[in-house]
């Protein structure tokens, strides 16, 4: 987060959100929504919603290379 608008509309959610957070905890808030943003930008979204994750989980991937 860079912007006091951004800053500002993250609060707002949490207050919204039914969150009645002090001051002393805002910059975490902050800081942990900045991160969740970026785990969610790497997630895939190219999925049709049927997938499910038993359905499309290879676990040939993740074996050993021999």
Same mark, same amino acid.
């Given at each position: 987060?860079?912007?006091?608008?951004? &800053?500002?509309?993250?609060l707002l959610m949490a207050r919204i959100?039914?969150?009645? @957070?002090?001051?002393?905890f805002h910059d975490e808030l902050i +800081?942990?929504?900045?991160? @969740?943003?970026?785990? @969610?930008? &790497?997630?895939?979204?190219? &999925?049709?919603?049927?997938? +499910?994750?038993?359905?499309?989980f290879v676990p040939e991937r993740f074996?050993?290379? +021999?």
């Open positions: 987060m860079s912007t006091t608008q951004d &800053r500002d509309d993250v959100a039914g969150l009645d @957070l002090p001051p002393a +800081e942990a929504h900045a991160k @969740l943003q970026s785990i @969610l930008a &790497r997630m895939p979204r190219d &999925r049709d919603r049927g997938d +499910e994750p038993a359905h499309v074996m050993p290379v +021999e």
